[in-house]
T-cell receptor
Framework: AQKITQTQPGMFVQEKEAVTLDCTYD???????LFWYKQPSSGEMIFLIY????DQQNATEGRYSLNFQKARKSANLVISASQLGDSAMYFC??????????????WGLGTSLAVNP | DTEVTQTPKHLVMGMTNKKSLKCEQH?????MYWYKQKAKKPPELMFV???????INESVPSRFSPECPNSSLLNLHLHALQPEDSALYLC??????????????FGQGTRLTVV
C-alpha cells in the first residue's frame, strides 16, 4: 500500500533562514506524483509544488524547491529565506491511482512550521 | 480565476438540525471532492464526483449526503450529526486528465461545530 511519512511534527526556523521539511514515501507503482501543500491557521489548503516520478529535475517554485531523491524515496521541501507568513502546517501528499482508475491523494501527517522573527 | 468558494465559513448546528455546505468553482474542473479534517490531522477524503457522478464514497455515514447538481456546484447535506462530526470540511476540485500532476485546488473550508 502507498504511504507518506513526515517525521517532523514541529519545526522552528529563524526568519530569512532556509528550512527543510522531510517527506518519505512508499509505493510500488513506477508512475506517481508528489505534492506539497501549505495550510495556514485560516484553513485553506494551498498547493505549493509538484514532482513527478519521471521528472529528471527537481521541481522549483519561487522560494520553494523539492529535493527529490528517487532511490531513497524522499521528496523533501526546501523553503529558502523564510518569512513570518510561512508559519503554517505543511503536508506532503502522493497521488494514487486505484483499481477503479480514480485518483486519490495519500497524505502525510504534516509538519507544523513556526518562523521566529 | 483559480478559486474554490465554500459557504458558509462557519456553522454551528444542533444534532437534530438539517444544514447544507456549498462549494462552487468556475475553473471548468470536472472532479470535485469533499474532505473532513480534524485539528492538526491531514484531510480525510469523504466523496469524489467525476463528471457530476459519485465515483468514490469512503464509507461515509449516511448522515452526510453529497450532491453535485452541475459541473460547478457541490453540496454536502448534513442531518442528525454527532458532536464528533465537528471538523473543518474542505471542498476541492481538479481537472480530469490522464496524468499524475493534476493538483487539487481547495476552498477555505467550513468550520462545523455540532452541539
Amino acid at each position: 500500500a502507498q504511504k507518506i511519512t513526515q517525521t517532523q511534527p514541529g519545526m522552528f526556523v529563524q526568519e530569512k533562514e532556509a528550512v527543510t521539511l522531510d517527506c518519505t514515501y512508499d509505493t510500488s507503482d513506477p508512475s506517481y506524483g508528489l505534492f506539497w501543500y501549505k495550510q495556514p491557521s485560516s484553513g485553506e489548503m494551498i498547493f505549493l509544488i509538484y514532482q513527478g516520478s519521471y521528472d529528471q529535475q527537481n521541481a522549483t517554485e519561487g522560494r520553494y524547491s523539492l529535493n527529490f531523491q528517487k532511490a531513497r524515496k524522499s521528496a523533501n521541501l526546501v523553503i529558502s529565506a523564510s518569512q513570518l507568513g510561512d508559519s503554517a502546517m505543511y503536508f506532503c501528499a502522493m497521488r494514487e491511482v486505484n483499481a477503479g482508475n480514480n485518483r486519490k491523494l495519500i497524505w502525510g501527517l504534516g509538519t507544523s512550521l513556526a518562523v521566529n522573527p | 480565476d483559480t478559486e474554490v468558494t465554500q459557504t458558509p465559513k462557519h456553522l454551528v448546528m444542533g444534532m437534530t438540525n438539517k444544514k447544507s455546505l456549498k462549494c462552487e468553482q468556475h475553473m471548468g474542473h470536472r472532479a470535485m471532492y469533499w474532505y473532513k479534517q480534524k485539528a492538526k490531522k491531514p484531510p480525510e477524503l469523504m466523496f469524489v464526483y467525476s463528471y457530476e457522478k459519485l465515483s468514490i464514497n469512503e464509507s461515509v455515514p449516511s448522515r452526510f449526503s453529497p450532491e453535485c447538481p452541475n459541473s460547478s456546484l457541490l453540496n454536502l447535506h448534513l442531518h442528525a450529526l454527532q458532536p464528533e462530526d465537528s471538523a473543518l470540511y474542505l471542498c476541492a476540485s481538479s481537472p480530469i486528465k490522464d496524468s499524475m500532476n493534476t493538483e487539487a485546488f481547495f476552498g477555505q473550508g467550513t468550520r462545523l461545530t455540532v452541539v
